[in-house]
């Protein structure tokens, strides 16, 4: 139950594209759910972090859209560029300690092309 | 502002021997995580420390210890390393318990 699921494992877009990654978990207890981006040799960054009480969060180029009746979440990235070419984790977390003891999906390797 | 900082950068120990990975938190972090990152997978929780007493453990044998220092400071040990062991290990720190995390860029560890 503290499983979160990733799709997909890879993923290629052309530049100026869409890519987007999804999640599903099965913990209702799940109350925050990060997405972070890892680059080679690099430790996960934080990119952007959404709270079941809403459905969609927007930082920019980032998205996340959340649907809390499916248990399922997804990172969008609008106009993808070469620099987005990092793998991506999504996680969760249940209370307390929320933002800092987080259950990891598996990875999707994004590659964006020219 | 200084980020999260670990040592060494790689390391390769043998099957049964102990290793000590350090980290640094991030100026003004009273928190600090350590994950493990097997290749190719997302990265594990190992436990946390605030204000030096372990807050909290994910799914590892006792082998997996740690220490925090009153300056937030910590350390991650291992004992009798196995060669699933190998892994990178990252360090997290935060500004509360319930913060996001900053992470580390990692140890490498090999064991052989």
């Known amino acids: 139950q503290q499983q979160v699921k990733q799709s997909p494992q890879s993923l290629i877009v052309q530049k100026g594209g869409i890519s987007i990654i999804n999640c599903a978990y099965e913990n209702t207890a799940f109350d925050y759910f990060p997405w972070y981006q890892q680059f080679p040799g690099k430790g996960p960054a934080l990119l952007i972090a959404i709270r079941p009480d809403v459905s969609e969060k927007k930082e920019g180029r980032f998205t996340i859209s959340f649907n809390k009746s499916a248990k399922q979440f997804s990172l969008h990235i609008m106009d993808s560029q070469p620099g987005d070419s990092a793998t991506y984790f999504c996680a969760a977390s249940i209370p307390p300690g929320t933002a800092s003891k987080l259950t990891f999906g598996t990875g999707t390797r994004l590659q964006v092309t020219l | 502002e200084t980020g999260v900082t670990q040592s060494p950068t790689h390391l390769i120990k043998t099957r049964g021997q102990q290793v000590t990975l350090r980290c640094s938190s991030q100026s003004g972090h009273n928190t600090v995580s350590w994950y493990q990152q097997a290749l190719g997978q997302g990265p594990q929780f190992i436990f946390q420390?605030?204000?030096?007493?372990?807050?909290g453990r994910g799914n590892f044998p006792p082998r997996f210890s740690g220490l925090q220092f009153p300056n937030y400071s910590s350390e991650l040990n291992v004992n009798a390393l196995e060669l699933d062991d190998s892994a990178l290990y990252l360090c997290a720190s935060s500004l509360s318990t319930n913060s996001p995390l900053h992470f580390g860029n990692g140890t490498r560890l090999t064991v052989t």
């Open positions: 420390y605030y204000r030096e007493e372990e807050n």
